[in-house]
């Protein structure tokens, strides 16, 4: 088990441009903020949803490419942290996206998600480093003791 403690830092909120990639917006936002650790959290709207999900038995992240990738969804929920990977910060994000029956799909976002319209707010937290490091039993990046 990891729990580290931390303070509150900045917030940061703003929007995001329309048809830019979610993921590498808020990337790009974190580098730019040089925000080591965080939580964030984003509503809107979206297209080419590209998900993840990951495979316990074979350590792998498959594509969800066929659910939902070619309609405009709403982000119900897209939320996850950030913290330091090879040198530079990283979010790690899941998100929930709606149609317009109101079906929710989810995952591990990917690259690739295309911003509609976007609201985001990152939460920074100020303390130890957060790094993330390959774990040995998972295969997953996970963080750091
Ligand atoms: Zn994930």
């Not at 690739?112 to 998972?138: H, M, N, S, V, W």
């Amino acid at each position: 088990m990891i729990a580290k403690e931390f303070k509150t830092g900045r917030i940061i909120a703003g929007r995001l441009d329309f048809e830019s990639d979610l993921l590498d917006s808020i990337n790009q936002i974190c580098e730019d903020k040089e925000i080591k650790a965080g939580f964030i959290n984003i509503i809107g709207a979206i297209f080419n949803l590209k998900m993840g999900y990951f495979d316990q038995d074979s350590k792998e992240y498959v594509y969800l490419d066929d659910i939902k990738s070619s309609e405009p969804l709403e982000i119900a929920s897209c939320t996850g942290n950030v913290s330091i990977r090879y040198g530079k910060p990283f979010a790690h994000l899941h998100i929930i996206g709606s149609d317009r029956d109101g079906n929710c799909f989810g995952g591990h976002l990917m690259p690739g998600t295309k911003i509609y319209a976007a609201e985001f707010c990152i939460q920074e937290i100020l303390g130890e480093d957060l790094e993330r490091e390959l774990d040995p039993i998972t295969k997953l990046p996970l963080w750091k003791k």
